[in-house]
């Protein structure tokens, strides 16, 4: 099936991001700078990276599932989406036990692969809805914006938002608000690529140099990801 460049684009654009912020907070950790990651552009930064990538999760799902819903069962489509699910929430489950060797005081127990491992899983019900999952999409948000005032003695709620006092992690991404980002990728793939087609015009720029370096990185985000902070941790340590 071939493939929207824009897309692509879009997640190599999120995952150079991406790159150039864990690059900021490792100089910080472990070469003793101090870029204010909390504030101002850097943060911006981080965040325009977790929310593009998180949001193109539900988009490509939302387009995927069109597709294959036209050659598979329902049976076959659950199986679908659980497997490929499983097997990024147990790359997930990989960096908990690499960071707890490492870092036991800020070990990622549900991180960005955590939770879109979970989440494809979470978003069968909801693949061929619209209104649904703008509106459900939009509660989630919310939910998880004052879930952060919220903490509980028990840590056995992180996946959903429910955060301890004290508690802190390299990479954390509960359900509530990121899993309404993914529903909003839903809804607007189901609205603007519905019947496996674009739904808006756009000039085809898939063979631009500047395009297809974006877009090559966009197709190979996931071993981008898994990759990209073992090198830049190595490169700072040798520098």
Do not use: C
């Not at 050659?71 to 497997?83: E, I, R, V």
């Not at 979970?118 to 209104?131: H, V």
């Not at 459900?136 to 919220?150: A, E």
Request: no cysteine; hydrophobic share 55%; net charge positive.
């Amino acid at each position: 099936m071939p493939r929207f460049f824009e897309i692509d684009f879009l997640r190599g654009i999120a995952i150079i991001a991406m790159i150039a912020f864990h690059a900021l907070f490792d100089l910080n950790y472990f070469a003793g700078y101090s870029f204010p990651l909390h504030k101002g552009a850097f943060f911006l930064l981080g965040r325009f990276a977790s929310v593009t990538f998180i949001f193109l999760v539900g988009l490509s799902l939302s387009i995927s599932y069109n597709r294959a819903r036209q050659q598979k069962t329902k049976t076959q489509l659950f199986q679908k989406y659980f497997f490929r699910g499983a097997k990024i929430f147990s790359l997930g489950l990989l960096i908990t036990a690499v960071t707890w060797l490492l870092f036991p005081k800020e070990v990622i127990v549900f991180g960005v692969l955590h939770f879109i491992g979970l989440a494809i899983i979470l978003s069968f019900p909801f693949l061929g809805r619209r209104k649904t999952n703008l509106l459900i999409g939009i509660l989630f948000i919310l939910s998880g914006f004052w879930l952060q005032s919220v903490s509980i003695p028990s840590p056995l709620l992180l996946w959903v938002g429910f955060t301890p006092v004290g508690f802190y992690s390299f990479d954390y991404f509960p359900l509530l608000p990121w899993f309404g980002l993914v529903l909003l990728g839903l809804f607007s793939g189901n609205m603007l690529y519905s019947g496996e087609e674009r739904k808006f015009s756009l000039p085809d720029l898939s063979k631009n140099r500047f395009i297809g370096f974006f877009s090559f990185l966009g197709r190979n985000s996931l071993l981008i990801y898994f990759l990209h902070q073992p090198v830049l941790v190595a490169v700072i340590l040798l520098l």
